[in-house]
C-alpha cells in the first residue's frame, strides 16, 4: 500500500532487530550520560558479537540524541568486515557535524524534516546523504522502513537505540528480533533512559509478544535473544 507516496509497512520485507546492552533493569545508561560507562564491563568477545552483528545487517539506525551523548562510530571494525549504512533520525539536524557519524569515510544517510538549508548544504559537502520526509512521517516508523528498502536497497536493520528510538519501532511491532547484551547490575532512576520508552503501551493486550530463543553467558554477562511471537 502506498499512503503519501510511501507503502506503509506491514508487507516489508525488511529483517529488523533490536540490539541493546542493557542493566538489570532494562536502562542503556547510567544516569543521563553516555552509555560508555554501561559498557564498560564488555569483553573482547562481546564487543566481537557486536561487530558481527554490524557486519551481518545492512543498515544500522540511531536516533540524534545517541549521535549527540555517545558519539559512536557505528561501524564494523573486523578484518575485512562491511560496515552498515548508518541512518539517523533527526528532525532538527541540531549536530556540531564533528560527530564520528560525519567525519568518517562511511556511509550516513540522514533522515529528517528539517528544511534548514545551511545545515541541509553542510550534509551534503561531508558527503553524507538526506532524505527528506514530513514530520509525521518522520514519526511513522513503518513508513521510514519502507522508504530505506525503497530508496537505499536496505534488507536488514539493526536498532541501536536510544530509548525514544526503539519505542518508535516497538509501538508498530517492527522488531523481528530483540538481541540484549545484559549487565548485572541495578542502575535505577525514573528518568534514566530505559530500553524502550516513549507514551508505552496503557493496555497490556497492546503490548507486543515476543518468545524467547536463547541465552548465553559471557563471564558475567547475559546475552539473550527473542523473536517476535
Ligand atoms: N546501552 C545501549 O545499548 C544504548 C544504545 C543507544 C543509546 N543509548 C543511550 O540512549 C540515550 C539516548 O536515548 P534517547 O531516547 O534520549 O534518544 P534517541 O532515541 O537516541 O534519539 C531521540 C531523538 O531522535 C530524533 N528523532 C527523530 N525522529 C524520531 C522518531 N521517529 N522516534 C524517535 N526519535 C526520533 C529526535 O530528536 P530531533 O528530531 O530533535 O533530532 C529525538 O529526540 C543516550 O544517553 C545513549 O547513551 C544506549
Not at 547484551?181 to 493486550?205: A, M, R, W, Y
Request: with cysteine.
Amino acid at each position: 500500500m502506498f499512503i503519501l507516496g510511501f507503502r506503509i509497512g506491514e508487507d516489508n520485507q525488511v529483517k529488523i532487530i533490536l540490539f541493546s546492552e542493557i542493566s538489570l533493569d532494562g536502562k542503556l545508561t547510567v544516569g543521563n550520560c553516555s552509555s560508555k560507562e554501561l559498557l564498560e564491563s564488555m569483553s573482547e568477545k562481546e564487543i566481537e558479537l557486536i561487530q558481527q552483528h554490524r557486519n551481518k545487517y545492512d543498515a544500522i539506525l540511531v536516533g540524534s540524541e545517541t549521535i549527540k551523548i555517545d558519539n559512536p562510530n557505528l561501524t564494523c571494525r573486523l578484518e575485512h568486515g562491511v560496515s552498515p549504512i548508518r541512518v539517523i533520525l533527526s528532525s532538527g539536524l541540531n549536530f556540531s557535524f564533528n560527530e564520528n557519524v560525519f567525519i568518517d569515510e562511511n556511509r550516513t544517510v540522514l533522515v529528517t524534516s528539517s528544511n534548514d538549508e545551511e545545515k541541509l548544504k553542510k550534509i551534503t559537502e561531508l558527503n553524507k546523504e538526506v532524505l527528506l520526509v514530513s514530520a509525521t512521517d518522520l514519526k511513522d516508523m513503518r513508513k521510514i522502513v519502507c522508504l530505506l528498502e525503497d530508496k537505499l536497497g536496505i534488507k536488514s536493520l539493526i536498532v541501536e537505540g536510544g530509548g525514544s528510538t526503539n519505542w518508535s519501532f516497538a509501538k508498530y511491532n517492527l522488531f523481528d528480533e530483540i538481541h540484549l547484551l545484559q549487565f548485572p547490575v541495578l542502575v535505577g532512576g525514573k528518568n534514566t533512559t530505559s530500553l524502550v520508552d516513549g507514551e508505552g503501551f496503557q493496555k497490556i493486550d497492546l503490548c507486543v509478544n515476543y518468545q524467547f530463543m536463547k541465552v548465553e553467558q559471557y563471564g558475567t554477562n547475559l546475552y539473550l535473544t527473542f523473536t517476535k511471537k
